[in-house]
């Protein structure tokens, strides 16, 4: 489907299509197919999009237009297959081809763009820069959620609540942070390639408006070395902690050795049986043995607790 922006937005066959006005169009792959060299597109960069495989992504400049293929991974779910789709961009023209958009999310971003601004002000600068902004919306609160994970992962920590789960608990952030890392990567060299504007299809003025995109997502971006840092942080805070956990579990076997050595040299002293031991024929011996071993054993684990050792 194809919209031509004159003094409002209509639908508009591929036959009428007026280069003078602002056109915008959402097209399937398939359909796509059969009219790229109707707009000059060449067979390379139609290739572009089912070489993506929906998972990569790829930004390919011509003389009098752009291609970009870009994989759009949700912030709130990173493990979800990503929305891959493609930008074809020339003077008064920008076309959207589904590449693979399950959720339709893309669809209805380019929807949305479409009444953002007005058809008296509007330009294909600022009806790309409405697509894109819709794409990663909610993106910023969705770090922000990440973020709470990390405390509360924190709070375990030091609350000494960790379970034998954690470190996968910390590996499966860390995987997340890295695949967002990525995507938003690839977004900031989409934006470079707008920006740079080599072809010359877009208004020097209005480039503005990619740069803020490019901004936006550079934010996002630093959100994201932000949290890993935090979580890289968070696994040495837990290294550490497993440490101290293995060095009071040592010290209290130190102690508790410590504090039972003393019986062993009794048991080896009086088990010599030496004929002239007199504790061997006198009447309290056995007793008095006893009495000297809980003796000494409570001694030392008074000793032992006075100074923190257990």
């Known amino acids: 489907m194809f919209y031509q922006f004159e003094d409002e937005v209509t639908t508009v066959e591929l036959e009428n299509i007026n280069p003078h006005y602002v056109t915008a169009g959402y097209v399937t792959l398939n359909e796509f197919e059969g009219i790229y060299d109707t707009f000059?597109?060449?067979?390379?960069?139609?290739?572009?999009?089912?070489?993506?495989?929906?998972?990569?992504?790829?930004?390919?400049?011509?003389?009098?237009?752009?291609?970009?293929?870009?994989?759009?991974?949700?912030?709130?779910?990173?493990?979800?297959?990503?929305?891959?789709?493609?930008?074809?961009?020339?003077?008064?023209?920008?076309?959207?081809?589904?590449?693979?958009?399950?959720?339709?999310?893309?669809?209805?971003?380019?929807?949305?763009?479409?009444?953002?601004?007005?058809?008296?002000?509007?330009?294909?600068?600022?009806?790309?820069?409405?697509?894109?902004?819709?794409?990663?919306?909610?993106?910023?609160?969705?770090?922000?959620?990440k973020a709470f994970e990390i405390t509360k992962l924190e709070e375990l920590v030091l609350k000494n609540k960790a379970t034998d789960k954690f470190n996968f608990l910390l590996l499966n952030m860390k995987k997340e942070l890295l695949i967002l890392r990525n995507s938003y990567e690839q977004l900031i060299d989409a934006g470079d390639m707008f920006e740079d504007n080599d072809n010359e299809i877009f208004v020097d003025g209005d480039l503005r408006y990619i740069s803020n995109f490019k901004d936006k997502v550079k934010r996002l971006k630093e959100d994201i070395d932000m949290l890993r840092s935090s979580v890289d942080h968070l696994q040495d805070a837990y290294s550490s902690y497993l440490d101290l956990k293995t060095n009071h579990i040592m010290g209290i076997f130190t102690a508790v050795t410590a504090i039972f050595f003393p019986l062993t040299l009794i048991v080896g002293w009086y088990g010599m049986n030496f004929t002239s031991m007199p504790e061997l024929t006198w009447k309290y011996g056995y007793v008095f043995v006893i009495f000297i071993s809980v003796l000494v054993v409570a001694v030392l684990t008074i000793i032992m607790k006075k100074r923190k050792w257990l």
């Open 40 to 145: 000059g597109f060449s067979r390379y960069a139609f290739d572009l999009c089912t070489g993506s495989g929906g998972f990569g992504s790829a930004v390919e400049i011509y003389d009098d237009y752009s291609v970009t293929v870009l994989n759009i991974i949700s912030a709130e779910n990173v493990y979800k297959k990503g929305d891959c789709f493609a930008l074809f961009l020339k003077k008064n023209l920008l076309i959207v081809v589904d590449v693979s958009d399950s959720d339709c999310s893309v669809r209805d971003s380019f929807l949305n763009a479409l009444n953002r601004y007005s058809c008296i002000n509007i330009t294909p600068e600022k009806l790309l820069f409405a697509l894109m902004d819709n794409l990663i919306k909610k993106d910023a609160a969705a770090i922000k959620a």
